[in-house]
């Protein structure tokens, strides 16, 4: 098979793809949590890497289905990488969005304290990256366990959806504070969803 249609190639994208998702919810975290805002711009730096890169995979892609003579688990393998590529992108996107966020918190963190966010986003990174796992090693058990982690993450959602509701009955912090806090728990809790979907692609590029 000519090289240009490798999907050796492919794969190699996509590990970069995941370092990049990696490495921005990463530092999107430290920068909301550690307020280090100058990740910010690595993040956005990262963010504009990571749509460089899915560009160039869907044409790989592309040109696989077209070209590259596949047998079906091979294209099963394609088809994964390309729904795998989209899940990303929005992975992507949502960890800019909690990077920019914390630029709003300019008097501190104390309030990200009072909700259990700090560990929700340890869940969502450590599940992205069971779901990486999962891709790298072609392990369904990997991607399973995965999936499973999401159920704690959306209810821990739903915890500080419920927090958030007290503290604005109770007047307890400024309503504007709770409502940026609500919006970076849906933007993890989005991270995670699309984290499961990955791991739902692995499973599906090896057993159908």
């Not at 794969?11 to 990049?20: N, T, V």
């Not at 366990?145 to 419920?162: C, G, M, V």
């Amino acid at each position: 098979m000519n090289r240009k249609y490798d999907i050796d190639l492919l794969y190699e994208d996509l590990m970069k793809m995941s370092i990049f998702c990696e490495n921005a919810i990463a530092c999107a975290a430290i920068s909301l949590f550690e307020s280090d805002r100058s990740l910010v711009d690595k993040v956005r730096e990262l963010e504009i890497g990571i749509n460089n890169i899915e560009a160039v995979i869907d044409n790989r892609c592309n040109e696989l289905i077209k070209y590259g003579e596949l047998d079906d688990s091979r294209m099963k393998s394609v088809i994964a990488a390309q729904n795998m590529v989209s899940e990303m992108e929005r992975v992507g996107d949502r960890a800019l969005d909690i990077a920019e966020m914390s630029l709003k918190y300019t008097n501190g963190t104390r309030a990200l304290k009072r909700v259990p966010l700090e560990e929700m986003a340890e869940s969502v990174v450590s599940m992205f990256n069971d779901s990486v796992d999962a891709f790298v090693e072609t392990d369904v058990n990997t991607a399973k366990f995965a999936i499973d982690r999401y159920d704690k993450i959306n209810q821990t959602y739903y915890d500080i959806r419920k927090i958030s509701a007290d503290n604005i009955k109770n007047q307890s912090m400024h309503e504007e504070i709770i409502f940026n806090t609500l919006i970076i728990a849906k933007y993890f809790d989005h991270i995670g969803d699309r984290a499961g979907n990955i791991a739902k692609q692995v499973i599906y590029s090896i057993e159908g």
